[in-house]
Structure formats: C-alpha cells, structure tokens
DNA sequence: TACATTTGTATAACCAGTTATATATTTTAT
DNA sequence: ATAAAATATATAACTGGTTATACAAATGTA
C-alpha cells in the first residue's frame, strides 16, 4: 500500500479513484513510452491491430462490440489510425452504411516492431502482477458483477435494505 | 471472465483498457446513483468531502497531495464544490498565496443524508468484492510497484533486455 | 538587502472516454 | 409495395483527468 495515500486509507470508498487514478497512469506512462522509442501510436491502436491481425475485416460496431466501448469511442480511434494511415476504410458493397477496416500495408511493415514493443509492455504487467497471480481472476469476477447488475442499482437497491 | 470479450482474451494486453473502462462504469454509473436520488454531487466530492472533515481546513496542495491527483484537477473538483456552495474558501493570513478551503455550512447539512448514500456506495463495493478479499491489496501492490519504476521505466528495461 | 529559487495557485490546450441526438440505409411487417 | 422499425455510423456537447506554462508570494542565500 502506498504510504499516506488517503485514497488507500479509506479503503472501499476510495477504489474508484484508484482505478482511475491507475489508469490514467498507465495510459500517460504508454504514451511516454512510445514517444521515447519513437513510434507514432496511441495505446489502445494496440487494441484495434490485434483485432484487425486476427479477423482482418471488422466494421465499426463489431470492433465495438468485441472490446466493449461505445461506437463514438471507436470512430475516435480509427479516424486517428486513418489519418496515420494505418487503417484504411472502404464501404460495404452489399450494405452501404458499413465501413469494412482493415490494416494498410504500413500496418504489416510495422507491425514486427510493435510486436517487440507490446511484448515489452506485457511483460511489465506480467512483472507487476507477479505478486498478485489473482488480480485478473479477481477483476474478471468484478467486471462480470457489474454486468449482471449494475452499480446504480446495486447501490439503489443498498440504500433501501439499509 | 466476461463472453466474448476482447480484451480479457487478450489478457495482459487487454489489462489497461479494462481499468480504464471499469474506472469509467463506476463514474458513470455513480453519477447516476446520485441523478436517481436526486441529490447535486458529483462522484469524486466524496473525497474532498471526507477530507475536510477529518482536516477541517486544507489548501490546494495538501488536498493534491493526499489524493495523489495534479493541483490543476483539484482546482476543477474545488471550483464545482465552491460553486454549488459546499465549500467555502479564504486567502491565509499569513501566506496569501494559499487558499484554506473548509466544508460550508450547507455541507455539514448535507452529511447526514450523504453518508447514507456513501455507505450504499461502499456495500456495493464490499458486495462486488466479496469473491475477491485479495483484490484490494493486489491492487495496492501494482501502485506501489508503479510508484518504485514507472511503466515507461519498467518497459523501456524490458524492451532491452529481450 | 537584493537576488535567485522554491512554492502555491491558476489557466490553457489536450485527451480518451461518455451520453444524446441525427441521418441514411436496411430489414421487417402489413 | 410501402410504412415502420432497426441498424450503422457520425457528430455535438460534456467530463474528469493530464502536461506545460505563467506568475505572484515566500523563502533562502550571497
């Protein structure tokens, strides 16, 4: 536990904030790393070219389905792919409100240098997690929690048992 | 783990999307508690609110310190509470480039029924957690580490050494 | 005492997500 | 065949954080 940190303190009250709070690090810490080594990606791009490696073609509302963002949140993100060129878009030919993605030929050459990067960004969480082989048991359980019932109506349903 | 999802397939890779997404859930889903029951907080007042209870008055920088977030996101929080009244505000005698900010009158009304709601909160949270004890100092060993080496520090090494 | 450094606060610009709303296309149902 | 409903995408407005920069007040030092 972080020494004098008032959000550790307070313990079930203070989670939310860790969460963001992690997060956040992680995600400017990403971008850091990325700018040292000199690659023009964002964070979650990692995301999309794993997606896309896999399945080769997904338009926008699969992609937003299979990782659980809203569909904004994923046109965000391929429009900055686009622009870099490492997605290209072209419309579906049998429905025409369908974007059919998939990786440009940029994205192949680069993708076995990334690789060496995301495989260096694995084994940092490999290696921070290592004391605590249950987080992701644990988050998974979470995760899966809210999805049954959501925290609004859990804490609703708290307030009137109380 | 949840069906068919991406993210926790991917599983380390993944592991930052899902503290971003959970993080941004419980936002969300709060801030709806708090619209449902009708009451003007937003979801992180909670912490400002506990603080200066127990501190009585606290400039900027002791609040940003002990919540671990930057100043400039503390302003913002201390400019909605201000706003709305919660808080009140005067320049210290002695050092007139602090500001000592103490909880209103209208605050201490409010905390009778408040602590109601941040109890439903913390059950809920107590209840997502019941099938995970660890997770919470899991979670207090990742920020620990974090704070030891950076993600960037801890990746860049790793990326040497591969 | 004056000057350099540090500290506390403020602000600008950015970012990654959200919800709400709009629009065009496709599918379904009468 | 057409009207209604559903679906895919786009966009606007907002939010809660970040970093970078600025500046005035306080402190330390020559």
């Not at 809203?70 to 490492?86: D, E, R, T, V």
């Not at 019932?149 to 048992?161: C, G, P, V």
Request: charged residues 30%; glycine residues 2%.
């Amino acid at each position: 536990m972080i020494k004098n940190d008032f959000l550790s303190e307070i313990k079930y009250a203070g989670l939310t904030s860790r969460l963001k709070r992690l997060s956040d690090l992680l995600l400017y810490s990403t971008k850091d790393f990325y700018k040292s080594v000199g690659v023009d990606i964002e964070p979650n791009w990692h995301l999309i070219f794993l997606l896309l490696k896999e399945h080769e073609a997904l338009n926008i509302k699969e992609i937003s389905d299979r990782v659980q963002l809203s569909h904004p949140a994923i046109i965000k993100i391929l429009n900055n792919m686009k622009q870099k060129g490492y997605v290209v878009a072209k419309t579906d030919d049998i429905d025409s409100r369908k974007q059919i993605l998939t990786l440009s030929a940029k994205a192949y050459d680069a993708l076995p240098l990334l690789e060496e990067y995301w495989e260096a960004c694995i084994q940092t969480m490999k290696e921070v997690l290592e004391d605590s082989p249950e987080f992701l048991t644990a988050l998974g359980s979470i995760e899966q929690k809210f999805k049954e019932s959501s925290y609004k109506d859990r804490t609703l349903r708290n307030l009137k048992t109380n």
